[in-house]
């Protein structure tokens, strides 16, 4: 065991009231008022019309690009420096996914880019905010429109982050979000779609409950998904979600005492926010200059008992995807070069961020 992991969740009082609640109420599967409360309440936080829950993100992410008919014969953009989910979800649907590069800054996906691959078979983009820093939205909504695309914005890493004083999650057509064990709120496993377009949420419910019909029992015109979030995980995202101001602000704390840490030493680079954006921080992270250092500080912070985790592969680099002669060079530099450190809310023993900082002092 670590004395300090990379993650784990803050969990309270109000959480537990909450599971024993639906518990109780016999209401543990797909139905329960929890699921309802939760999905209001979300929409209500980010201020978008519709909600509606799943059982994780890459069913949120899979739902969403079926709603609005991606399928076999159809390209859809992603940034191969991201989680492999992301691109799964394509694959699901019979699409081939098109990888674009990032940016060294904000370690976003690169609108220009973007921009050099569209072809006649571009339907959608999936915009990605890695660790929770935003993309840049208003210049990859122009690609978008002028283009005649489709976003989905996956926001699995960032809610609470924000563009322009708006919330990820509200620019594209459709956004996802995770609440897996290690998001900044959780539900254990869980997701959320939103969208102001309602239409498309209708898509998204009748898919994600098998297809049913609306006002006929057991009736199925198409073929749908088991995709539904439980009422047990939605009493848990309530409670979280009712905290998520405090969970943010501890996140900020402790990207500022890993700032203040590492204020001063050469050859590294914490990530932080860049431009008129508010960044969550679901990861605290760092790029070092010298990629033979990575693994040596994360053997160094493994032996001090502090877990830590490298950067994302490039998606394009797993065999499963391994097609094409692209390069993307920036992508590969930081899969190389980035550890996450620990970042959850709970935690309060700033002695980690001296550890880390001494152990880079002394391997520099």
Not at 7 to 25: F, N
Not at 142 to 166: C, P, Q, V
Not at 254 to 268: C, D, Q, S, T, V
Request: glycine share 8%; aromatic share 12%; net charge negative.
């Amino acid at each position: 065991m670590f004395k300090i992991p990379l993650y784990k969740p803050s969990l309270g009082y109000k959480e537990r009231q909450y599971l024993i609640e639906a518990y109780d109420s016999s209401w543990i599967s797909s139905k329960g008022k929890f699921i309802s409360l939760f999905e209001e309440r979300f929409a209500q936080y980010l201020n978008i019309k519709h909600a509606t829950s799943v059982c994780n993100g890459t069913a949120a992410l899979h739902l969403s690009l079926l709603a609005l008919g991606i399928g076999p014969g159809d390209e859809v953009i992603v940034p191969t420096f991201t989680y492999v989910a992301s691109v799964n979800a394509i694959a699901y649907t019979g699409a081939t996914p098109v990888f674009v590069d990032s940016l060294s800054d904000t370690l976003q996906m690169d609108p220009e880019d973007v921009r050099k691959k569209i072809s006649s078979r571009t339907r959608a983009i999936i915009i990605v905010h890695i660790y929770g820093h935003p993309c840049d939205m208003n210049t990859l909504c122009r690609i978008a429109i002028d283009n005649d695309l489709f976003i989905i914005e996956d926001s699995s890493e960032a809610i609470g982050s924000t563009y322009d004083s708006k919330y990820c999650g509200t620019f594209g057509d459709i956004a996802t979000f995770s609440f897996f064990g290690n998001k900044t709120i959780t539900t254990g496993e869980g997701g959320m779609v939103v969208s102001n377009d309602e239409p498309l949420m209708n898509r998204i419910f009748r898919l994600k409950g098998q297809g049913l019909v609306a006002g006929r029992e057991y009736w199925h015109d198409i073929v749908g998904y088991n995709y539904r979030m439980t009422n047990l995980c939605a009493a848990i995202g309530l409670a979280q979600l009712e905290r998520i101001e405090e969970i943010l602000e501890k996140k900020q704390r402790i990207a500022m005492w890993y700032k203040e840490g590492f204020h001063g030493l050469r050859n590294i680079r914490f990530h932080d926010q860049i431009g008129k954006v508010s960044h969550s921080y679901w990861m605290c992270s760092i790029i070092l200059e010298n990629v033979n250092k990575r693994d040596l500080l994360r053997k160094s912070l493994l032996n001090a008992g502090i877990e830590t985790r490298p950067f994302f592969h490039p998606v394009h680099t797993m065999p499963m995807y391994e097609y094409g002669t692209s390069s993307f060079p920036v992508a590969e530099t930081l899969s190389l070069c980035g550890i996450n450190l620990p970042s959850y809310p709970d935690l309060t023993n700033e002695d980690v961020v001296f550890v880390v900082s001494e152990t880079l002092k002394a391997i520099y």
